[in-house]
């Protein structure tokens, strides 16, 4: 955890989240430094994330992007998590680096504008496919599509799964990370 560049207030907030982890079903903290590795590793400067929660999984996004000149776009149904993650972004300095929108994910998909360079799936288990499908056409050649705890809730998943290791499009690996992470990476065309 030391590699990553967090301020004395930014880790303090981040302690604080933890402690939510439950209520908020955040990832782990290491799922934050890999998805922040993951920016790094790619030279991803758009990202997009389905399932806000609280913003923790935000923070992370938002300190690897705020060092490469990035920018993540978080989706979140719930509006009062929304407020909950606006504030706690705010609150990291993150406001200029992260935006949350507010409504249905797959309607915000398919609004998203230009191509992006990595998608975190952290939301409704049961839809990971339709939302996998709806933003696959507007990821980069060769970006990441990550998909959370796709090992404890697999069951809740099996047409994502069945799709991300037999569509043409991607090749898929299983990261072993807390709740478990499908990677997929999008083939060049």
Known sequence: MSALPLTEYRRA?????????????????????????????????????????????????????????????????????????????EEAGLSDVV??????????????EGEWDMAFLDAEKREYRRYAEAVLPRLRAGGLLLADDTQSLRHLMPDFVEWAYASPDVEACDISIDDGLLLCWKRSE
């Open 13 to 89: 907030l981040l302690d604080r989240l933890e402690r939510t982890a439950s209520e908020y079903t955040n990832i782990s903290p290491e799922n934050g430094a890999f998805l922040h590795l993951m920016v790094h590793a790619t030279g991803a400067r758009r990202v997009v994330e389905v399932g806000t929660s609280n913003g923790y999984s935000a923070i992370y996004f938002g300190m690897a992007l705020e060092t490469v000149g990035g920018r993540l776009v978080s989706l979140e149904k719930d509006p009062e998590r929304a407020d909950l993650a606006r504030r706690y972004i």
């Open 99 to 112: 935006e949350v929108r507010v409504g249905d994910a797959l309607e915000l998909l398919n609004a998203l």
